[in-house]
Every structure is written in structure tokens, then in C-alpha cells.
């Protein structure tokens, strides 16, 4: 059984103060959820910076290697053709390609593992808390092991400011 | 964050949040005006005579255009380097500006890009129909076939396949990424079930969780300083098709900076055009305010001037360079028999953004729309100028000629404004026209209620 409180903020001022409040008294929020990014949340919520631009250099390296390996065995190994006497392994020309393929590789790799880091996508089936959410409310999300816990929370919240404390249960 | 009480608000009227999301929200819901629909079914009708002269050209050929053995480039090149400029300023203003921390792009980032998009779309067109046979265009990519031949990667022409392709798709993506919450926005305001299901499948299930913000900010910041190398790539890429020819006038090695200040130029243009009627018919003033357009026709004089420069630079080199073919080349621009055209790129381009220099103008809504209609016109000519006059009289006298349209190439033209406006009335009753989270984010810090919420 899963089993969680929700209380929201009207305005990001009062979440971030409040939020600092709540750690204070040493409860464990699991979620913020927002209209618009907030600024020094993801402080506030001890999250670490994102990974995602490990990915996006990944994704353009490989991007580069392809696109410039690619030219490079297509005019020296597949069919070497002869352009004006030019040199058939011209660096200079194929750094256009390579560039545009590093970009977009890097582009797509990013933009696929955002999505898959967050459980997003086409029709994914996730937990709308609040319809208010995406309009003027910031919810938070705080787990509950038992009872008695879950009523010090509510008393915490309640201190702290937040509105519509609900206790929510999940099978 | 410390703002300056001199700075003028971003948004106007004191607004909360659920105030910001009513408001952009509206234009969406309910029947679309009158005036939407006469535009739609004017764009509808330019379009349909697009779709016309696509047929003649794919069922007769392009004999059916003005084209000869001289000038074997003109209206569809012209108009292919004005579309692909015209797309750059949706990329400039989403991806340079977010850079450089531009607050005021967050209001018209989100329909610049969607402009972006639909005008890489019509650029694309062009290319793919000058091969006469628009079911063979794969021939241009590098698949393995049965010919065993690959695709010449020493060609500016192809580099521009990979340009145009991969500008067109990071920019999709760009787009679709800042797009995410704002569909959820529409998910969670749908009043019916259909409506519900078909955001909430397009909005990937937004959650609007503190870890995907974040991620969310990282994914945009990096798509950013991806898109803004790449931006300038593709128009360098493109004057490339030219500055590697040997055609007088073509051969030169400004071609680079001079085509991508120009499209940034032309790019503004169009966006003024567009955003200073939709702000107007879609109520939102409070948005898209005078400031916004002020900033935009400062980014007009910079690069207006950045060409200007460049025209003249191109004729000192063509006189300083002592190649009398270059130098005759020029000459014929300016005096020969399209100089009608040469002289209307001129007044455009170089002397109606100065205008932009009193502030009286700058922020007259009516005089920056006429003027942007101005630049269109002007940085249309200047590719025509650039194509044309450098083609018709090259190196052998006995094949110069005259280019004129047909009617043919002027139904293509006409029918990818037509495809522009269609699509962008579509987009602005399907999707949000304006970042509501981004503004949302920049509502505490500059919107007009500002001051008495400061504390700090």
C-alpha cells in the first residue's frame, strides 16, 4: 500500500519558504510539482544537476565519428571517385557534415533520454495530483510510512502554511 | 534577482498566474473569429494555386518555368535562401537570446519557432521541385543502391541536405520540448473528453515534477547552444551553393557572415509582420507589448546595417580586386537592365531599417509593419539580385539572356505563402501562442505588479 500526503502552495515565495521549513523539522518531501520551473528548488530539494549533458556529448561524438567516418570510407574504400583532381580524403570538406551530424545526433540522444529519464512519452500514463498543477498551484508530494506519522506531517504542513492537506492512499 | 525599476515590464496589466494561463489560453478555445477564417480561406486559395503549379511542373517538367540554358537558377533558389532566412529568426530568438538570458524573447519565442519551422518546411519545398521529379528526391540522400554510387560529399549542395534536414529537425524538437508543459496547461483546461485525450497524448503525460523541471531547463539550455552553432551553419551552408561556384559575384569570401546577418534580418522582419496582427486579433497586447516590438527593430538596425555594409564591401572588393569580370558584374547589378531590382534591394534593406534609429518609429506599431514589409520585400530581391543578375551575363557574351518568371513559378511562390499562412492560422488555434510556463517564470521579476512584490 502506498500512501501519501499532497498540500499545495499559491505562490513560489511561500513553497520555498515554507519547503525549508518543513526540512527543518526533518520530513522528507518526494516531489514539488510546478507550473514553471522554480528557481532554488531544486536546491531546496537536495536534488544533484542533471546528467542529461553527459548524454548530449556522447551523442555528439558518436554523431561526428559516424558522419566523418562515414564520408571518410565512402571517398577513400567504397567508390573513390575523381572530383577535378581534387584529393580523395578532403578533411576540410567534409567538416560540414560532420558538424550537422554531431549536432543532431547530440540533439536526438539528449532529447531521448530526457524522455526516458523522466518516464514521458507518447501517451504515457502518469499521475495527474492536481489539475491545477499546470495553471497556478505548486503541489507537494510527502510519503507516509504509518498513522501516527502521517499526523505529524499534516501538523507540520498545516504550520508551514500549505493548503489542502490530503492524505491520499494507493493500492 | 535585482531588476532595475527603469526597466519597462514584460508583461502589462497586473496578472496572476492562473490570469496568464486564461489569457494566452483564450485565442484556442471557443469558434475562431471572422478574420480567421478570411485569412484561411485567402492562404487556403494561394496555396490550392501552389498545389496547381506543382502539378504542372511535376506532369510537363520545368519547361513549364522561365528557366534557360543561362540562367539555370533563378525564382527557386531565390526563394528557397528567402524562406531559409526567414526561419532563422525563430532559432535566433529561442536559441541566442535564451544565451544571452533575454527575458523578453520568452513571450514571442514560442510563435517565432513555429514560424521557423513552417518556413524551413516551404524552404525545403523549392529544392525538391527544381528536380522536376519530386518522387526522386530521396536520390539525395546516401543510401546504399543498386548504382553502387554515393552522394558527392565535396558539394555545398548536399552539405545543404544535411543542414536544411537536421536544422529542421532540432528545431522540431526544440520546439516540441519547450511545447511539453503548455500541453499539459491545455490537458488539465479541456473541458471535454476528446480534447483531454488528445493533449494529454501530445503533452507525453507532463507531470510538472521538480526533477523534470530541471531536466527540463538542462534539455532546453543545451538544445540552445546546439541550436545557435547550427543556426549559423545552415545560412553559411547555404551561401555556400554560391561562394564555392566560380560565377562572378558569387566568388567571395563574405558570403558567410553577410548571409546569416541578412537572414536574421529578414527572419525579424516576417516576425514583426506576423506577431504585430496576431497580437493585435488574438487580444494579446499584454504580451506582446511595444517593447517587445522595439527590442525586435533594434535587432533590425544591426543587422540591416551588418548588410548594408556588407553591399558595399562586395562592390569595393569587386573594384579593389582588379578582376574585370567581378568589376563588371557589379556594374551590371546597379545599371544594367535589372537594376530596377538592384535599386529596390537598396532602399529596402539599407535605407528603411535606419528609419528604426527615432525611437518615434521604432515603437509605432504601423510604421514598423509597413517597414517590415519593406525588409520582406527587400531581402527577396536581394537573393534575386544575388542569383540572377550574376547568372544572366557571365563570361560569355554571346549567351547572355533575360530571365522572367512564368506564371508557373509564380504559383509556386505565391502557394508556400499561401502553405506559410495556412499553417501558422492552424497553429495558433491548435497549440499555445506564447510559452505560458516561461512567462509564468518571468511574471514575479518583470511583470507589472513587479514592484510592490519585491522584497529583497
Wanted: aromatic fraction near 16%; include cysteine.
Amino acid at each position: 500500500m502506498n500512501k501519501y500526503i499532497t498540500a499545495y502552495y499559491d505562490d513560489e515565495e511561500d513553497l520555498l519558504r515554507g519547503l525549508k521549513q518543513i526540512k527543518a523539522k526533518g520530513i522528507e518531501v518526494a516531489d514539488v510539482l510546478t507550473p514553471f520551473p522554480v528557481h532554488g528548488l531544486d536546491k531546496a530539494l537536495g536534488m544533484s544537476r542533471s546528467k542529461l549533458t553527459r548524454v548530449a556529448f556522447a551523442g555528439g561524438a558518436v554523431g561526428a565519428i559516424i558522419g566523418f567516418g562515414f564520408q571518410a570510407w565512402v571517398f577513400t574504400q567504397a567508390y573513390p571517385l575523381n572530383f577535378g583532381g581534387k584529393p580523395f580524403f578532403a578533411v576540410p570538406s567534409f567538416i560540414p557534415v560532420t558538424f550537422e551530424m554531431a549536432v543532431l545526433f547530440a540533439a536526438f540522444s539528449m532529447v531521448f533520454a530526457f524522455l526516458i529519464s523522466n518516464k514521458i512519452g507518447p501517451g504515457a500514463k502518469t499521475v495527474i495530483h492536481d489539475e491545477r498543477i499546470t495553471d497556478d498551484r505548486f503541489l507537494l508530494v510527502v510519503n507516509v510510512q504509518d498513522e501516527e506519522n502521517a499526523h505529524t506531517i499534516e501538523a507540520v504542513l498545516n504550520d508551514a502554511g500549505a493548503h489542502g492537506i490530503t492524505l491520499i492512499k494507493k493500492n | 534577482m535585482y531588476v532595475s525599476p527603469l526597466r519597462e515590464p514584460l508583461i502589462r496589466g497586473s496578472k496572476d498566474y492562473s490570469q496568464v494561463t486564461k489569457d494566452i489560453l483564450a485565442p484556442m478555445a471557443g469558434k475562431p473569429s471572422k478574420y480567421w477564417y478570411m485569412g484561411i480561406t485567402l492562404s487556403g486559395a494561394a496555396a490550392l494555386f501552389g498545389a496547381w503549379a506543382t502539378f504542372m511542373t511535376v506532369y510537363y517538367g520545368i519547361g513549364t518555368w522561365g528557366l534557360n540554358k543561362t540562367v539555370g537558377w533563378a525564382w527557386d533558389i531565390t526563394n528557397f535562401v528567402w524562406w531559409v532566412g526567414i526561419g532563422h529568426a525563430g532559432t535566433f530568438i529561442s536559441a541566442i537570446l535564451l544565451l544571452f538570458r533575454q527575458k523578453w524573447r520568452t513571450s514571442i519565442n514560442r510563435s517565432a519557432e513555429a514560424m521557423t519551422l513552417i518556413a524551413i518546411a516551404c524552404a525545403g519545398f523549392f529544392p525538391l521541385i527544381h528536380m522536376g521529379r519530386l518522387l526522386l528526391g530521396f536520390f539525395i540522400l546516401p543510401y546504399p543502391n543498386t548504382r553502387a554510387l554515393w552522394v558527392n560529399f565535396n558539394s555545398p549542395l548536399l552539405w545543404d541536405v544535411f543542414a536544411i534536414t537536421t536544422y529542421l529537425l532540432v528545431s522540431l524538437v526544440f520546439w516540441y520540448i519547450g511545447l511539453i508543459p503548455d500541453l499539459g496547461t491545455v490537458r488539465d483546461k479541456a473541458s471535454n473528453k476528446i480534447r483531454k485525450a488528445i493533449y494529454g497524448f501530445l503533452s507525453f503525460g507532463w507531470t510538472g515534477s521538480a526533477k523534470h523541471w530541471s531536466r527540463h531547463e538542462t534539455v532546453s539550455l543545451i538544445l540552445a547552444g546546439l541550436a545557435a552553432p547550427l543556426v549559423l551553419s545552415v545560412h553559411t551552408i547555404v551561401s555556400f551553393d554560391f561562394a564555392t561556384s566560380v560565377i562572378p559575384g558569387w566568388h567571395t569570401t563574405i558570403f558567410p557572415p553577410y548571409f546569416v546577418s541578412g537572414a536574421v534580418f529578414s527572419g525579424f522582419a516576417m516576425v514583426l509582420t506576423l506577431l504585430i496582427v496576431t497580437r493585435k486579433a488574438l487580444n494579446l497586447e499584454e504580451y506582446i507589448t511595444v517593447g517587445h516590438i522595439e527590442n525586435m527593430n533594434k535587432v533590425i538596425i544591426i543587422t540591416g546595417s551588418i548588410v548594408g555594409i556588407a553591399y558595399i564591401t562586395e562592390f569595393f572588393m569587386a573594384w579593389y580586386s582588379g578582376v574585370e569580370y567581378e568589376q563588371y558584374a557589379f556594374i551590371n547589378r546597379a545599371t544594367g537592365p535589372y537594376a530596377w531590382a538592384y535599386w529596390i534591394m537598396m532602399t529596402c534593406n539599407v535605407i528603411t531599417p535606419q528609419l528604426f534609429w527615432f525611437k518615434k518609429i521604432r515603437t509605432n506599431l504601423v510604421a514598423t509593419f509597413i517597414i517590415s514589409i519593406f525588409v520582406n520585400i527587400g531581402m527577396w530581391f536581394e537573393r534575386f539580385v544575388i542569383v540572377v543578375t550574376s547568372l544572366h551575363r557571365d563570361y560569355l557574351p554571346s549567351s547572355w539572356v533575360m530571365y522572367k518568371p512564368t506564371i508557373v513559378e509564380i504559383g509556386l511562390y505565391v502557394g508556400t505563402l499561401g502553405l506559410f499562412f495556412t499553417l501558422f492560422l492552424l497553429f495558433i488555434r491548435v497549440f499555445p501562442v506564447i510559452a505560458i510556463a516561461e512567462v509564468k517564470s518571468v511574471l514575479k521579476s518583470s511583470g507589472d505588479n513587479k514592484k510592490d512584490s519585491h522584497h529583497e
